[in-house]
C-alpha cells in the first residue's frame, strides 16, 4: 500500500534544502500555494513519507530563491 506524504521540502538548483512544509499541520489551501511557489521558484520538491523527519534550511547559494534564511530546523515529531 502507498503512504502519504507527512511534509515536503524545497531543494534549490544548487542543491540546498531552502524550504520544508509539515503536510499534516498545513492548511491544504496553504499547501498549493507553498508547492506551487517552490515549483515556480525552480525548485525540486520530495515528499516526506516518515513519521518524524527533520531537515536543516539554509539559504540557496546560487541567489535563486528570493527568501534568503540563515539556518533553519523544520522537525515533524508527533508526541
Request: proline share 3%.
Amino acid at each position: 500500500m502507498k503512504k502519504k506524504p507527512t511534509g515536503f521540502v524545497a531543494i534549490c538548483q544548487c542543491g540546498k534544502i531552502v524550504g520544508a512544509l509539515d503536510y499534516t499541520r498545513t492548511d491544504r489551501k496553504d499547501v498549493g500555494k507553498i508547492l506551487g511557489q517552490w515549483l515556480s521558484d525552480g525548485c525540486t520538491v520530495e515528499p516526506r513519507f516518515a513519521d518524524q523527519w527533520c531537515e536543516r534550511i539554509t539559504g540557496c547559494e546560487c541567489g535563486g530563491i528570493e527568501q534568503q534564511v540563515q539556518h533553519y530546523e523544520v522537525c515533524d515529531f508527533e508526541g
